[in-house]
């Protein structure tokens, strides 16, 4: 049974940086693509970026391109999220996803059937 938990959430002011992981369990990272969502308060979720590490895909949309930063560690079997130059319109409770695939990522919600619990970011002063 694959399982993922995030982590690194926290509150930070503007323009500041966390870095979330997500460790999975259950199976080896190389064979997965893992995006990261987010739902901000009244809001649906939203795909933010992916990775598979097999193949070193990944993938940005527009409002974190340029902030954030998506990697993997195959020897920890985690995916990180940096996000820096936060904003508080960033502020969200973040989610990593993963599904079996043999290259390529996306932020596709629906292409994913594995999640974590999720994990707040806020950006406040």
């Known amino acids: 049974q694959v399982q993922l938990v995030e982590s690194g959430g926290g509150l930070v002011q503007p323009g500041g940086s966390l870095r979330l992981s997500c460790t999975i369990s259950g199976d080896t990272l190389e064979n997965y693509a893992v995006g990261w969502f987010r739902r901000a308060p009244g809001k649906e979720r939203e795909g933010v970026s992916c990775?598979?590490?097999?193949?070193?895909?990944?993938y940005y949309t527009n409002n974190v391109k340029g902030r954030f930063t998506i990697s993997g560690d195959n020897a920890k079997n985690t995916v990180y999220l940096q996000m820096d130059s936060l904003k508080p319109e960033d502020t969200a409770v973040y989610y990593c996803?993963?599904?079996?695939?043999?290259?390529?990522?996306?932020?596709?919600?629906?292409?994913?059937?594995?999640w974590g619990q999720g994990t707040q970011v806020t950006v406040s002063s």
């Open positions: 990775i598979h590490s097999s193949d070193g895909s990944t």
């Open positions: 996803a993963a599904d079996a695939a043999p290259g390529g990522c996306t932020v596709v919600r629906n292409f994913y059937d594995y």
